[in-house]
Nanobody, 123 residues
Framework: QVQLQESGGGSVQSGGSLKLSCAASGDTRCMAWFRQPPGKGRERIAQIYTSGDTPYYADSVKGRFTISQDNARNTLYLQMNSLKPEDTAMYYC???????????????????WGRGTQVTVSS
């Protein structure tokens, strides 16, 4: 069983920055950040393999967000810069222990989820 706990959300003005953290217990093959804006579906925005392969970024965040991990602390991070109002969403940390599930990357491929942390960006 893997438990995930996000932190670091909050309110920020457009152009600002936030850093999200996700503390994990248990071994995983990959970890990802998803977000869900109000009234919309959940979207994968960044993913990283614990082995250190090239991270994945959605086009909507590429160049602005950076995913990283501290394996010693079993913690996942998401550095978010140049935030926009459209980045407003609940942000979730997710993990999988199966490499083929990691490669697929859909919501249903991740077995472990945190409760989420709210990010609000005002214009």
């Amino acid at each position: 069983q893997v438990q995930l706990q996000e932190s670091g959300g909050g309110s920020v003005q457009s152009g600002g920055s936030l850093k999200l953290s996700c503390a994990a217990s248990g071994d995983t093959r990959c970890m990802a950040w998803f977000r869900q804006p109000p009234g919309k579906g959940r979207e994968r925005i960044a993913q990283i393999y614990t082995s250190g392969d090239t991270p994945y970024y959605a086009d909507s965040v590429k160049g602005r967000f950076t995913i990283s991990q501290d394996n010693a602390r079993n913690t996942l991070y998401l550095q978010m810069n140049s935030l926009k109002p459209e980045d407003t969403a609940m942000y979730y940390c997710a993990a999988s222990r199966l490499r083929n599930r990691c490669a697929a990357g859909a919501v249903s491929d991740f077995s472990y989820w945190g409760r989420g942390t709210q990010v609000t960006v005002s214009s």
